[in-house]
């Protein structure tokens, strides 16, 4: 069963602060992805990657960064937080394939204050 | 605008219950359409995999159809258990690959009473 690790599980900053949520997957996944999940919405692509060093930009990108430091490991970051910004974040990591199944941490839940 | 709807928004079941979710969407071109479960507090884990025309499919209590002509998909819950309570989630995806983007629905929340 593929793992993917999210951290922190929850975070409060204040407006302003910087954040960085972190996600790792072990399972040699070339593809990792940063969705939100609002209330009433269904999940939103903030930024995805193919592989280590590599970017794309999804539907929602204002106010994020992204890294994708190696195969493993992808970072989101918020370097002048807004309580817009207030969401329940998911890392995914998929295989190329039919049908690629996406793999879901568990989530991190940051509130902008 | 919403390319995948879910209906109902929210449900309330009794144990033992069955229940059908829907899912109608505009997603072009429409590759596959998997239904996912997501748990308080946790992840999304996928349920199954509709891929051809008019499909089926089955996993244990859960089965689905999906037609794409209608672009309409359906989740049945039999004999519904308290531990099915949780958020159901209808994500089309446009093509077969991971280069692909995945279009997600709100969800419909299952509540599961005794």
């Known amino acids: 069963e593929a793992a993917v690790t999210q951290s922190p599980r929850n975070k409060v900053t204040v407006t302003g602060g910087n954040v960085t949520l972190s996600c790792r997957q072990t399972?040699?996944?070339?593809?990792m992805y940063w969705y939100r999940q609002d209330t009433g919405h269904g999940l939103r692509l903030i930024h995805y990657s193919y592989g280590a060093g590599n970017l794309q930009i999804g539907d929602v990108p204002d106010g994020y960064k992204a890294t994708r430091t190696t195969q493993e490991d992808f970072f989101l970051l918020l370097e002048l937080a807004s309580p817009s910004q207030t969401s329940l974040y998911f890392c995914?990591?998929?295989?190329?394939?039919?049908?690629?199944?996406?793999?879901f941490g568990k989530g991190t839940r940051l509130t902008v204050v | 605008k919403t390319q995948v709807e879910q209906s109902p928004q929210s449900l309330v079941v009794r144990q033992g219950e069955n229940c059908v979710l829907q899912c109608n969407y505009s997603v072009t071109p429409d590759n596959h359409l998997r239904w996912f479960k997501q748990d308080t507090g946790k992840g999304l884990v996928s349920l199954t995999v509709?891929?051809?025309?008019?499909d089926k499919t089955s996993n244990g209590r859960y089965s689905a159809t999906l037609d794409k002509d209608a672009k309409h998909s359906t989740l049945h819950i039999t004999a519904t258990l308290l531990d099915d309570t949780a958020t159901y989630i209808c994500?089309?995806?446009?093509?077969?690959?991971?280069?692909?983007?995945?279009?997600f629905g709100a969800g419909t929340q299952l509540i599961v009473i005794p």
């Open positions: 994500v089309v995806g446009d093509r077969g690959s991971a280069l692909g983007r995945l279009h």
């Open positions: 509709l891929v051809d025309q008019k």
């Open positions: 399972n040699s996944h070339n593809y």
């Open positions: 995914a990591s998929s295989v190329p394939g039919q049908n690629t199944e996406v793999f």
